[in-house]
Each structure stands twice: as C-alpha cells, then as structure tokens.
C-alpha cells in the first residue's frame, strides 16, 4: 500500500481491535496518562467500534466528538478546525482524530489530506479507520490514495475484508511501531512477576506481544501470506478492481432505470439506492419503510443481499460489490429482483 518502510504494527483479529489498539497508543503519547478535558474527533459516518474504542479507553460520551458530515458524508475539515477552536478556548485537551477511509455506510472517504494537515497545526494524532477501504490503495485507481495513508499516524486495516481473508484478520499499522511498545509492553505493567523476562525481546527480535493487548496469539500472518504467494499480489489488485467496475455497473444500471435512484455514487465499491414508489408516494416515511421492506423479502429469498443504511437520515438500499465471484450479470439480477419485489409491495 506503499507506507514508508519504517510503519510497522501487527495482525489483530478485526478493525475493532485495530481502532482501538491505534487509539490506545494514541492516548497514551499525547495525552500522558491524565484524560481530563480530552477530546476525539471523528464524523457521525464513522464505525462504531471507534465510540467503542473510545468507552474501553476511558472517555465519557462528551469526549468523542462525532461532527456532522459534508453532503458527501465526509468529515469537513473547516467544521473540525472549528471544533478544535472552540474546544482549545474552552480549555480542553484535543488529541486525535480519526478519518474513515471507506464509512461502512456509503463508502465515503474523509479528505485525509486536509485533515492531516489541521493535524499537524493543532498537535493532533491522526488515526485512518480504513478497515475497508485500505485495500483500494492496492489498485491502480487508488494509486493516490497511498500518499494520503503515510500522512497518519496509524492505519487500520482489514484484510478479512477487500483482501478477503477468512475472519479475523485485522491489521493494525503505526508509523511508529515504538509508541505501541510504549502502551503494550509487559514490562510497562504492574503485577510483573518475574516469570515472563524470558520472553523480552532480544538483539532486535520483534516481540509482538509487547505491540498490542493480545499474548498468547495465532500466526494470522499465515493466512494472509499463503494466499498472496499462492495467487500473487497482482491477483488481489485484480479482485479489488473487479469490486470498483462491478459497483460502476451497478451505478450506470440504477441511473438509467426510472424505478430507481442513487442516493450515493458508487465509492470504493459501496453504493446506495433507493427504489421509487410505483403509487408515486412522496411520503418520507412511507418511501423509508418501502427500502426496509424491499431488503427484507430480497433477502428472504436467499438469492442476494442488500440491506438498508441511514443517508441523511433516510433509509436507503445498500450494495457491496467486493466479492471476486460476483458477475456484473449477478447485479443485473439482483437488481431485477429489487425490482420486482417493490413492484409487488
Ligand atoms: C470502517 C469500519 N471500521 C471498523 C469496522 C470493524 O471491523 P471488524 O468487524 O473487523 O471488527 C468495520 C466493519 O464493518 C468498518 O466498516
């Protein structure tokens, strides 16, 4: 993905844990063991387990700060920059924000670039949340997204996602492997008995016990390396452009057809829709249910699944396309089953 040399981390079992072992190490360098008045930033488009992360590490509710997204769903820089004002002249203690690169919702990437730069102003730690959309930096068309990943701080990042590993494997990178040793280390916590020195890494050894919360581990490196020596890289470029052309093809379908309306363009493989009332109801609350119901009986036909999400506050239909062995002929006839199904409703 092109991160300088010196980014190092480890395999976790997902993107939670991932968030919240950046997240930890973020915490324990900026804000030196006192969370008073501290304050994380992210977008109300960000993935739970980032206000999860937040709750293990300690901060109330009112110390995550989930701004309001630009239309695009992304976090807006001016509005953070703002907040980040406001907060410092009231006295409290910003230290990190976290970007999604890829929102679970619409797919969404915050402008790491402008946001890496507030950053840098106010002292702030900038975590990526790319659990998803990392692996986009993989193909030719996100070659530019590779700058914008080394400007962070830590990566997350999820292999058992668009690298389509089996579950649990999560990565977690830092540009500065030390500060994970700074939390984690065994020997930076009480109740040191004595029985584990044996294990301290020596003469350069990586202990990967002393980088994240786990001890006793599995070898999820191997699942993740086998497969790239037994395809090849080129083969995962290859599955994850075939994800961005299968979302475009969905896109180009649902715009020209009358019975349906994008409600997000297509974004590193993510998009949404929304069928139209065949009774030309305008009624938001009717047009909402018809999406949920549409994706219920869709999906209780077992033939494809498209499940629903909020987009400014309403409930639309939403498409995943990252699975290699989906055609460009399955979307077709998912669509025609969408179709369908609201025209029964
Ligand atoms: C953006 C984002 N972050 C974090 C996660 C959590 O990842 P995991 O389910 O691997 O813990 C997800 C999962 O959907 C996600 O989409």
Redesign the pocket.
Known sequence: MGLPGHWGGLFV?????A?LTALAAARDHQLGGDLAGARLYCSTQA?P?VARAAHLLGLGRDQLVALEPDPEQRLDPRSLAAQVDADLAAGLRPFAVVA?V???STGAVDPVTDLARHCRRYGLWLHL?G???AAFALSARGHDMREALGQADSL?F?P??WLFQPYET?CVLVRDPELLKATFRMARHHLDTGYLHPAEARHGEVNFDDLGPQQSRGLRALKVWLSLKTFGAAAFRRAVEHGLHLSDHAAARIAAHPGLELTSTPSLAILTFRCRPTDGSADPATVDRLQQSVSDAVRATGQALVLTTRVRNRTVLRMCTINPATTPADIDATLELVLQTALAR
């Open positions: 079992s997902g993107g939670s844990l968030n993935h387990s999604t890829g929102t679970t949340d659990a998803h959309g997350t999820d058992h996602k999560g």
